[in-house]
Structure formats: C-alpha cells, structure tokens
C-alpha cells in the first residue's frame, strides 16, 4: 500500500473514532437529569424573559430620552455660551470704533464710561497700542502692562479679525482669565492699536449651573488645548486641569477639538460604565462644551430593578430545575441504578443477583421481571459454558496424535516453572528431541505409519516424563520436548540418553537411515533463570544443542555449551 493512501485510511478510521466518541460524550451530556431540566427551564424561562426583556426596553428608551435631553441641555448652554461671547465681540468692536474715530484721551473716557454694568461678565475693556502696551483700560492697575507676547493679541493683529484666547492667568493679579482682542485696523486701516476685553470665568462657570447637580452627568467648557474654563459649582475643582488628566473625558478631548462639525456626540465603555458625551463649539471661538453622561448612574434605579428581576428568574429557575430532579431522581434515576447495580452485579459474577420488585414503581415491574428471567436463563447458560470451556481448554493444550501437550501447552508450562524456579533459585533443563530422517521415513512407508510411529514415541517419553518428573510435549511436526524441572545440566544429559536409548529399543524399522532402525537426536539445554534472561533463551540454547547432534551424525545427545558467571547472578547460556 502506497504512504499516502495508507494515511488516508488511517486518516479517515482516526475521524470515525473521534466520531464515535464525541457521539457518546453528547449522549452522557443530554441525559434524563439533562432533559428534564431542559424541559423546566423551557416552561419557566419565558415568562421570566418576557419581564428581564421589557426592562431592558425600559430602560433603552431611558437611556435615549435623557440622551437627547442632554443633547438639547448643551445645546441651549453652548448658545448661552454663544451670547456671552457675542456681548464681547459686539463692546469690542464699539470700543475699536471709538478708537477709530476719536484721540486716545478721548477714547479712554468715553471707553470708561460707556461699559454697562449689566455685562458682569466683561471684566475690563483695554486700548492697546500696536506695540502690546495698555494705552488705557476701565482698569487703571492695567495701565502700562505689554502684552505683545500674548498670542490672542498677535492673531488679532495678524488676521485683522476678532479672537478669543485660551486659559489664561492675569499679568496683574494671576487670577484665571480670557480674554477677547478686536483690532482697530479692521474698522480704520490707518489705526495699529487693538482693543482687548478681559472675561470673568466665573460668570462662565454660573451660566452652566443648570448642568451641574444632576447624578451621573458632567459638563466643562475647555479652550482650544482642552483646558478646562468653565464648570458648574459643584464641579469647580477641574477648572484649570487640562481634560487628558481626566480619564474618563481623555479619550473625548482628541475627538472633540479635531472635530470640523460645531456639535457632535459619542458614546464609548470606560472600565467601570457606558458613557454618552456631546460637545458643542462655541461660535466665534475655538472654546467646545462637553457634557457627560454616565449611563450607569442615570439608569441606576432601572438596572436594580434589572438585577432583581434576574435574580428573580435565577431563583425560580433554580426551584424548577430542584423539583424536576428531585423528582426524576425518585421516580426514574433511583430505579435505572437500582436495575443497573443488579446487572453491574450479575455482569461480575453474581449469579443470584435478582431485582426486588418491591423497591421499585409499578412502571418498572414488567421489565424487573423480564431482568429476573432473563437473569436466571443466563445463569444456567453460563454453568454449561464455564464446563464446556473447560473441555476446550483441555483439548486446546493437548496434541491428539500423541497424547501429549502441544506446543501452546509446553510454552505455558515452561513460563510456569521459569517462575518457580526463580522463586525457588532451582535450575531448569530442557530437552528438544527431533526423530532422524523423518521425512524419510514418511515417503517410505506412508503418513499413516509415519503417525504411528510419533505415537509410539509419544507413549515413550510420557513414561519417561512421569519417572523423572518432567512435562513432555509435541513441539510441532517430528520435534518433541521435554522439560525438567529442579534438573542440573548433567542429570538432564542423562535423561537424555534414556530417551534416545528407549526410542532405539523401539525398534521401528526405518530402511532409509543409516542405523536401520527410527532413531532420535537429542539436544540438551539447562541454566538457573534470572530476570536477565527469558523462556526463549532456553529454547533457543536447546534447538541449538539440537542442531548439533544432526550435524555430528544424529542418534546422538548434545549439550549446549554454559559459563557460570563470576558475580553469582545466573547461568549465562553461550553463543
């Protein structure tokens, strides 16, 4: 058979076997107990999903309702937002016209005078020259400063537009600011200087006060770098952290300050909840509104009433599965292993196992009698078996020709006495015989005669096997042998020469060999068994033996050659 068919087969038997047993594994796995909680469980679960699953709606349009209201929430905060930044952008540019059109005393007092007190928001209103230097402010601590080195004031001057800065400390107090610069320029190109307002955080941070308070959900403004301006009150502390040092709004900051769109939302698993974020740019600055949504917290009164209800459906689930076993275990399982046991027993020998049909429902009784019946029709069945086996037994060891043990019954012998004879530190010798010329013999005088006379040997070496107290055997065709237990290699030698003397004095005509008559060659084996050697080796030593005596003549006993070894551990045979 060619490699690759043969794997090919072993291939295909390989997969029938594994087959085969995960077939068994699904059927230990789909059980009666299996079944009938199977069965429970589909009569109970429904009804307990239907409940779990109508929560879960529940609470997925919670979820969406507060979703979208926060949504509009910071919709509405970013336009308020929008406002706040609009009443900057529109005094600037009244300022800047101001500027335009009048000296820079004159502008100063009309400046000073003109800030309304219903923009609490606005802090100062500055006139700077081209060069950064406060020319003027509704400040007078500001007077003096430069801050060219500001980048709001750089791109305002640069883009000729108006620009909202990011977080920013004071120069006169280092109190968190922003503030907001419009360039003159825009309105009379001949004028360099730029008018600049400082914004409040906090009034910021109170137009947000309807975004705090509120379980689960957080709300910042942050400037174009993700610096925290603005929160509500009871979130104050993160005004001034950058928002990568949050962890829950980190993963949020990159997103929203990359986003093209002025509003966006987005939703994402942090390690401990689900979070909902929407953001919001306000207009006219790179400043965004973000507010947090923890899910978690918002539907937390929803989720117990989830993990009630599962628990609840555990619960019954549980009962169910409990009773349907307990009852299978009465009524089904008890009696199957009580039937089994019987047969377990009656399987190993237990004859007089029989069922007790007292001890089980009447349901089983048809088949505890039928186990009965058959219990006892097997029984008897076995008691003839076991003694017609014993006869095959017999007849199996035994050679019909020659009355004597055959060769599966002399290899059990000798694996017996090699035992014994370990235990007992006693030597065993064999003896293989082979009848000369044979062959022959049956062409001269016919199969008939030629089993005749291995008969005739048979009966002489029984004899001589129950003088000495050996085992005699036909090892297979004209070849017999004889063992000799508790035998030096001498004795057996002289055993040897009985049995070749004794089949001599047979005196069988043998016309075809030299000596006239049938005679025997004999070779002789012995040695002390030990755990370095085996059986075979005796045989081999004696066939060896034997195939001597033919070659010095035949009608002749030889002994195979022995060294005993120094160390005492045997008799090694020699090659």
């Known amino acids: 058979m060619k490699p690759s068919l043969y794997l090919a087969v072993w291939g295909e038997r390989m997969s029938g076997v594994t087959f085969s047993r995960n077939r068994v594994k699904l059927k230990k796995l789909l059980g009666i107990r299996a079944r009938l909680a199977m069965l429970a469980v589909l009569l109970v679960a429904p009804l307990m999903l239907d409940r779990v699953r109508s929560l879960e709606d529940a609470r997925a349009k919670q979820i969406a309702t507060a979703s979208e209201e926060y949504a509009n929430i ?4 970013a336009e308020t937002q929008r406002e706040v930044i609009s009443s900057v952008e529109t005094m600037l540019k009244s300022a800047a016209y101001i500027r335009a059109s009048s000296g820079i005393a004159r502008s100063c007092e009309i400046l000073r005078a003109s800030l309304p007190a ?29 801050i060219a080195d500001r980048e709001y004031f750089r791109k305002a001057q640069e883009t000729r537009d108006f620009v909202f800065s990011d977080y920013l400390f004071g120069k006169t107090n280092n109190r968190p600011i922003m503030m907001a610069a419009y360039p003159v320029a825009a309105i009379n190109p001949e004028e360099d200087s730029v008018a600049v307002a400082g914004i409040n955080l906090d009034w ?8 705090g308070g509120r379980p689960g959900i957080s709300s910042v403004l942050i400037d174009s770098t993700g610096v925290v301006l603005a929160a509500p009150p009871d979130q104050a502390s993160m005004i001034g952290r950058p928002l990568d040092n949050v962890p829950l709004l980190s993963a949020i900051t990159y997103k929203a300050l990359s986003s093209n769109t002025d509003t966006g939302s987005i939703s994402f698993a ?11 740019r306000i207009p006219g600055t790179q400043a965004r509104l973000i507010v947090s949504v923890d899910e ?9 009433d989830i993990r009630t209800a599962y628990l609840q459906l555990a619960f019954v689930c549980l009962f169910v599965l409990l009773g349907a076993l307990i009852g299978a275990e009465k009524l089904i399982i008890n009696p199957i292993e009580v039937m089994t046991g019987m047969a377990k027993r009656f399987g190993e020998g237990d004859s007089s196992a029989r069922v ?3 001890r089980l429902p009447s349901e089983f009784m048809p088949l505890a009698r039928a186990f009965n019946a058959m219990a006892a029709q097997l029984s008897q069945r076995e008691r003839e078996l076991v003694a017609t086996n014993d006869r095959l037994t017999v007849m199996a060891s035994i050679d019909m020709l020659s009355g004597l043990a055959n060769r599966r019954g002399f290899q059990s012998r000798l694996e017996f006495e090699w035992l014994k004879a370990q235990q007992f530190t006693s030597e065993l010798s064999l003896l293989m015989i082979d009848v000369d010329y044979f062959k022959l013999y049956n062409d001269t005088y016919g199969h008939p005669e030629g089993d005749a006379c291995l008969t005739r040997i048979g009966e002489a070496l029984a004899r001589i096997a129950g003088e000495t107290m050996g085992f005699a055997g036909r090892y297979g065709g004209e070849e017999f042998c004889l063992l000799l237990p508790n035998t030096s290699a001498q004795k057996a030698l002289e055993v040897g020469e009985t049995v070749r003397m004794k089949v001599q004095g047979l005196a069988l005509p043998h016309i075809t060999s ?12 012995a040695t002390l068994p030990s755990d370095t050697q085996t059986p075979g080796e005796l045989i081999e030593a004696a066939d060896a033996a034997l195939y001597a005596a033919k070659h010095r003549g035949r009608n002749t006993v030889v002994e195979h050659g022995f060294a005993k070894l120094a160390d005492k551990t045997g008799m090694a045979m020699a090659g």
Not at 204 to 211: D, F, G, P, T, V
Not at 514 to 525: D, K, L, Q, R
């Open 356 to 358: 007790s049909r007292s």
């Open 118 to 146: 219903n923009l609490p928001w606005i802090r100062s209103i500055m006139l700077v020259s081209k060069d950064g230097v406060v020319q003027c402010s509704t400040l007078n601590a500001q007077v003096g400063l430069n």
């Open 270 to 280: 942090a390690t401990d909840s689900k979070r909902t974020i929407s953001f919001a």
């Open 74 to 77: 910071t919709h509405h905060s």
């Open 204 to 211: 910021l941070s109170k137009i947000m006060a309807n975004l």
């Open 296 to 304: 978690d917290i918002v539907t937390a009164a929803i989720n117990r």
């Open 514 to 525: 030299s000596y006239g008559m049938v005679t025997v060659s004999v070779g002789v084996a």
